[in-house]
Nanobody, 125 residues
Framework: QVQLVESGGGLVQTGGSLRLSCTAS????????MGWFRQAPGKEREFVAA????????DYADSVKGRFTISLDNAKNTVYLQMNSLRPEDTAVYYC??????????????????WGQGTLVTVSS
């Protein structure tokens, strides 16, 4: 059974930083592309960032490019999302997800089959 557990959310002021973590059990990251998604109140879930199982290939939503960084620590089976220069529009519940395969040309539409429970990020203005 694969479980993904996120942590690191919280309240931060505009311009601040947070680092989200997602630790997996039951599957090694090297065999799965990993993604971060978010869902703001009243909005649909949207793609934020993803990386290949090796961590070498990454992709980001335009809205977070240059501010967010996804990274893997395969030894800890943990994926991180470093979020800098946070804005009020980044407020959302953030979810990590594991895909069936290790690499996709379009990570945003990859088949993610396992999801974490989510962690809330609130950016105050």
């Amino acid at each position: 059974q694969v479980q993904l557990v996120e942590s690191g959310g919280g309240l931060v002021q505009t311009g601040g930083s947070l680092r989200l973590s997602c630790t997996a059990s039951g599957r090694t990251f090297s065999s799965s592309a990993m993604g971060w998604f978010r869902q703001a109140p009243g909005k649909e879930r949207e793609f934020v960032a993803a990386c290949s199982g090796s961590g070498y290939s990454t992709d980001y939503a335009d809205s977070v490019k240059g501010r967010f960084t996804i990274s893997l620590d395969n030894a800890k089976n943990t994926v991180y999302l470093q979020m800098n220069s946070l804005r009020p529009e980044d407020t959302a519940v953030y979810y990590c997800a594991a895909a069936k395969g290790a690499y996709y040309r379009d990570f945003s539409t990859a088949p993610y089959d396992y999801w974490g429970q989510g962690t809330l990020v609130t950016v105050s203005s």
